[in-house]
């Protein structure tokens, strides 16, 4: 697989970059902790920028138009036209240290999210789907800080992640939702970085970005590491695949946590990069809201 150099394509310091999806034309993302969406028009050239009412963890496409965001209390209609919010559903109010992290869209237009503590440390986070507009317990949970999920082609195989854990496991996708068969997939020793958003390729490969690691890496689907893709940069969030062929990747970065020494050797922290491969990514499916 021929894989490019990273290319820096906007310069805009996020403090926590996460969620990008590629949406009719553009890149959707948004930047947690200083409560931003992003949206970046790679052929006009267009950035465009939406303040959150709290932290917000991924914006993604909804039937009908607009978009599902995550934020800290939970589910969001986003109107980009208006810049408004309205809530669909709360996610955790029974625990106001939580706020929502990363999210994907199954092919039945299922949400599927995670919660985690916004202190990073006490495993409080779980993983629910969105579904027929309720939210679900899927009975991942105890982590404290989940990323993913990420889901196979089909819809038939759900990648989760415990950051801290350093684990990337899957689970069986049935009909209705439910989960069974939770097994390893992939574990990566803290001295390499931690797993953050996983993505999938079209041929069912999953992309892990990781934090503190300074690059992403690929992954076959019986788990075999067959690809990587170094930065200039140490916290690398997500990957989303994009453009006309779906074949450009844009990578999320963050600049949190880095000392000021670190900074100034990795000014490019929290920007947005974006490079090439051979195998092209999976179209975001939309959000059924009923």
């Not at 590629?22 to 959707?28: Q, T």
């Not at 989760?160 to 997939?185: H, N």
């Not at 074949?247 to 974006?274: C, I």
């Amino acid at each position: 697989m021929a894989i490019g150099e990273p290319r820096n394509v906007w310069d805009l310091h996020c403090q926590l970059g996460e969620g990008p999806v590629w949406v009719d034309g553009a890149l959707w993302f948004v930047d947690i902790k200083t409560q931003k969406i992003h949206r970046y028009d790679p052929a006009g050239g267009g950035r465009t920028s939406w303040d959150s009412p709290e932290q917000i963890g991924f914006v993604l496409p909804a039937a009908g138009g607009g978009f599902i965001a995550g934020l800290q209390s939970g589910l969001h209609l986003f109107d980009p036209a208006s810049g408004g919010f309205s809530l669909i559903a709360e996610a955790e109010p029974e625990r106001p240290n939580n706020r929502l992290n990363d999210g994907v869209v199954d092919p039945s237009g299922r949400l599927w999210f995670g919660t985690m503590d916004n202190g990073e440390k006490e495993k409080s986070g779980a993983f629910y789907r969105f579904q027929r507009g309720a939210i679900v317990r899927t009975g991942l949970e105890g982590i404290a800080i989940t990323n993913g999920p990420c889901l196979s082609p089909d819809g038939r195989i759900l990648y989760f992640v415990d950051t801290l854990g350093g684990t990337i496991e899957a689970a069986d996708v049935a009909e209705d939702g439910s989960l069974s068969d939770a097994r390893p997939f992939v574990r990566i020793d803290p001295k390499e970085g931690y797993p953050d958003g996983p993505t999938i390729d079209s041929e069912g490969c999953v992309w892990i970005s990781l934090y503190a690691g300074w690059e992403t890496r690929r992954y076959a689907p019986d788990g075999e590491l067959i690809g990587r893709v170094r930065f200039p940069v140490s916290n690398i969030t997500k990957i989303a695949f994009g453009g006309d062929d779906l074949r450009t990747v844009y990578a999320t970065t963050a600049r949190q946590l880095l000392r000021p020494d670190q900074l100034e050797r990795q000014p490019a922290a929290g920007d947005l990069f974006e490079f090439r491969v051979d195998v092209p990514g999976v179209p975001c499916p939309k959000i059924a809201l009923s």
